[in-house]
């Protein structure tokens, strides 16, 4: 049972072996694995156990969307659409009318969305953001494009982001 | 020695026609069902060693019905034959691969008198019959008119011959010390000491030699599938494919079968364990060594093809043919 043809520093290895113990070795690592419990996790069943930084899904928290359209004009294939209309408001102290943009429409189309994260680096007000779900498949193409509600409602299961590594360097602007 | 010469059946039921109708039908049962076991035994193990768990789903209970269901799914695809194809060889070929193992599983002894037929010439029989299957992969990738096909099984063909020689110089040492070409006698003969004990290098080769007959990984070049797609399979859908595949399973069973008739003791308990009776053995060593040849599935990449030829001609026949020279001296010397 022994390979045949051994060339070079490799094959004297082997032969300092002796014949078959390599395959003596193989099987006893197949064995040894076979008697250890499988990593396997029944997903539907049992849900996965996922890092708190999971990149499942773009999830929006809309109260801090600005409507600045970053990321939108960032978006590599356009996948993000936002409709939004001004509003202005009379001071009740009197003087110059103020001007907010109100969100009317906020939608990511997942069929097109490649999960390249630019939105989520781009966003100045961390509205979007990175969350672990990811069962939102659908039959039809076209129910694909998820809209706000649905983007709110991913935020509420982002997990707190898992402490700093010794050593590592602090986070830029001391946390918002 | 309780030498039975005739099948339990023949001895309940005097009308010859139902013992054969009998027989029949439980040798067709064992065929289908005890390959399926395998199957299913390959599946999970396999996926065991690869830290998986393998089927789950069908049949509720860990799976146990995955091949039936995969069978039920062959039964459903559509049976497509190539336009170039040789229409009729390619659609005996299946049969011609399947048929041979259900005629060898005919011979295999279960117990003192627990077999189908006793043929004088036992192991004769089976060494024949089981090299026809070869001629099924032949037919298949000749009549596919496709060339991975073709190849595939001119590869298959190439090993068979290579891999018969030793094969069958191991089972003539253990027919040898037996002194009988029939498999329960050969089986018979093992009352005192189980040939796997004098002949082990030969058991050795034994296992070794049918892997590579059933194309078994590590010998499995004829179905090279990052070489040759599927070999001779290539082209075959649907039930014809069920039945290559089927063939494979049947033949790791009867190899199994006759590796532990030749060299296991067959239907003989260990010392100390007799009350369990003689077929439940019989087919734990099956099990066991079809085991095994699961696990060198798990365990090793596949031979290149000069390297198989090389290790069966250089390495297997020499230490094959010193072994029968030593067994034969032996067995002069001992009258």
């Known amino acids: 049972m022994a390979t045949t043809e051994t060339r070079g520093p490799e094959g004297d290895a082997q032969k300092e072996q002796g014949i078959g113990l390599g395959l003596l070795q193989g099987l006893s690592v197949t064995l040894r694995t076979m008697l250890k419990r499988s990593v396997t996790v029944q997903y539907p069943h049992v849900k996965p156990d996922l890092p708190a930084r999971t990149r499942g899904v773009i999830a929006l928290k809309e109260a801090n969307c600005t409507v600045c359209y970053k990321c939108s004009r960032e978006c590599p294939d356009w996948c993000i659409y936002i409709d939004a209309h001004k509003e ?34 781009v966003c100045p007000f961390d509205a979007l953001f990175w969350s672990p779900e990811f069962e939102y498949s659908e039959y039809d193409i076209n129910d694909m ?10 935020t509420y299961t982002v997990l707190p982001p898992p402490a700093l590594e010794e050593g590592a360097e602090p986070p830029e602007g001391g946390g918002s | 020695m309780i030498l039975a010469q005739t099948s339990a059946v023949d001895t309940t039921f005097s009308n010859y026609w139902v013992a054969l109708v009998i027989k029949a039908a439980v040798v067709l049962i064992i065929f289908l069902v005890v390959p399926l076991a395998v199957g299913y035994m390959e599946h999970k193990v396999l996926a065991h060693m690869q830290a998986r768990l393998g089927p789950m789903e069908a049949g509720g209970f860990h799976g146990w019905a995955q091949l039936m269901a995969d069978g039920a799914k062959f ?4 049976d497509v034959v190539p336009a170039a194809a040789d229409r009729a060889v390619f659609s005996i070929a299946p049969g011609v691969a399947l048929v041979p193992y259900l005629v060898v599983l005919v011979v295999i002894p279960f117990g003192g008198d627990i077999f189908a ?3 004088d010439i036992g192991i004769f029989f089976v060494l024949a019959m089981s090299s026809i ?11 596919s008119a496709n060339k991975f096909s073709l190849m595939g099984a001119l590869r298959a063909a190439a090993q068979l011959i290579a891999y018969e020689l030793p094969l069958v110089l191991a089972a003539a040492a253990a027919v040898m010390l037996a002194g009988t070409l029939s498999l329960v006698g050969i089986v018979e003969a093992q009352q005192n000491i189980w040939y796997v004990i004098p002949l082990f290098p030969l058991f050795l080769v034994f296992m070794v030699a049918a892997v590579a007959e059933l194309t ?59 009350l369990i009776p003689g077929p439940i053995w019989m087919f734990g060593k099956i099990f066991a060594l079809s085991f095994v040849i699961v696990w060198l599935r798990a365990t090793f990449p596949r ?25 034969a001296f032996v067995k002069v010397a001992t009258g």
């Open chain 1, 145 to 154: 494009v998820h809209e706000r509600d649905r983007l709110e409602e991913w």
């Open chain 2, 216 to 274: 078994r990984p590590p010998f499995d070049m004829p179905v090279a599938d990052s070489e040759i797609i599927f070999g001779a399979y290539t082209e075959y859908t649907g039930l014809k494919f069920a039945f290559f595949l089927l063939s494979e399973y049947g033949g790791i069973v009867v190899m199994s079968a006759v590796a532990s008739v030749l060299f296991l003791g067959g239907f003989l308990p260990l010392p100390g364990l007799s």
């Open chain 2, 303 to 327: 031979l290149r093809e000069d390297q198989l030829q090389r290790f069966a001609w250089i390495k297997l026949v020499p230490v094959t043919l010193l072994w029968i020279l030593g067994v």
């Open chain 2, 75 to 78: 039964i459903q695809k559509e």
């Open chain 2, 133 to 143: 299957g070869v001629l099924g992969v032949l037919m298949a990738g000749w009549s």
């Open chain 1, 88 to 121: 202005t408001h009379e001071p009740a102290g009197g003087g110059r009318a103020r001007s907010a943009k109100i969100l009317d429409r906020f939608a990511i189309d997942f069929a097109l969305c490649m999960y390249c994260g630019i939105c989520v680096e």
């Open chain 2, 117 to 119: 037929l006793n043929l």
